[in-house]
């Protein structure tokens, strides 16, 4: 039987108030947050990722061989997840991401809570609302010769030629970052050509509502 679960996503831009959202709400249901940031994954990156105030708890889980830790955010009493999963040196791709956050998600929703999930990297929330069936993504590395001349204006061009809804999600940060840009193109590419963005077959299913901080209507 699969199981229908509530999830509240929080998404947007660089500094539009999803961090101070997402902790009020999960304050106020009461709720716990996954994070949806592809680099505040990343341990010992925490200068212009903006983590905000993360702790680290003694409270951990373990989704497909991972143990994950949660952090309490912000000062308060609000756990947080898949912050500082990784080292800077290791791959963590959006099929690591979306067989975490599947995991972590039934596990809140088990211990009766809501899950609120926030970030600026748009793959990572379409994954998951839409059930990519995904397998590792590993790098093209002929692929990734190719574009090595291309300028960010280019990359990100032809991202959104290949996913335009990913591509207007990325923050002004990422549309001039050629490595993200190409990984992104290279995930697009793969997805088109081997899984063209197939339904998983999930024991959950996923009821989200979207909200945006601080967009004009």
Known sequence: MIQQIKVIMVVGPTATGKSDLAVKL?????????????????????????????????????????????????????????????????EFNLAHFQKLAYGIIADIFKRGKLPIITGGTGLYIDSLIKKYQLKDVAPDWELRKKL?????????????????????LLNESDRKNPYRLIRKIEIALFSKKSIQFSFAKDQIKINSVMLYPNQKS
């Open 26 to 90: 999960a304050q106020k249901f009461p709720g716990e947050i996954i994070n949806a940031d592809s680099r505040q994954v990343y341990k010992l990156m925490d200068i212009g990722t903006n983590k905000g105030k993360i702790k680290p708890t003694n409270f951990q889980i373990e989704i497909n061989g991972y143990k994950i830790s949660a952090y309490e955010l912000e000062n308060t009493e609000v756990l947080g997840w898949l912050f500082n999963v990784v080292k800077p040196d290791q």
């Open 148 to 168: 090595a001349d291309f300028s960010g204006a280019e990359l990100y061009n032809k991202l959104k030629e290949l996913n335009p809804q990913v591509a207007k």
